[in-house]
């Protein structure tokens, strides 16, 4: 009696188990489905121009000569390392797969597969679409809590060129 608990136990275990990484499998496929990956990238290289064009504005109308392009690069290439989707991409799966339930996740897959949305599922459906807030909130939350900081680089390496043309 004993020994088949312990096969029982085993077995679920190893079942929940698999299904936790489906579940992760499918919360990764429907990101790449979404195209959060791109955009996020996008967003990212957006921001990014700003902040140099931000940092260019300030050396020119207080030194009156422009950020060199080496120094542009290497502004651009810290912020590309530290906000790429992939420093963030497992931390965001796991919270869809913590905010969803597997049928919800598989609603989403098949929406964004073009399979539609069967009419037994459009209270499902909108009961995903008042959860992407709190998951969006979510995401905000954790990219801004594991992120990196590329200030005291952009900081030094303007610093330094300032310093050297006087």
Request: charge should be neutral; proline fraction near 2%.
């Amino acid at each position: 009696m004993r020994i088949n608990l312990l096969l029982l136990f085993t077995n679920l275990l190893l079942v929940s188990q698999g299904t936790s990484a489906d579940i992760l499998k499918d919360a990764n496929r429907l990101l790449k489905m979404t195209g959060t990956d791109s955009r996020f990238e996008l967003v990212s290289t957006d921001q990014t121009k700003k902040i140099i064009r931000t940092y260019s504005s300030i050396v020119n109308m207080s030194e009156a000569v422009a950020l060199p392009k080496n120094i542009k690069d290497s502004i651009a290439n810290c912020y590309a390392e530290i906000y790429s989707w992939e420093n963030f991409s497992d931390g965001i799966a796991k919270i869809l797969v913590e905010n969803l339930s597997p049928k919800e996740m598989n609603l989403l897959i098949d929406f964004y597969s073009n399979l539609g949305l069967p009419p037994r599922e459009i209270d499902t459906f909108k009961s995903i679409i008042k959860k992407a807030e709190r998951i969006e909130q979510i995401s905000f939350e954790y990219i801004y809590e594991n992120s990196g900081s590329c200030v005291r680089h952009d900081a030094r390496l303007i610093n330094n060129f300032v310093a050297n043309l006087k």
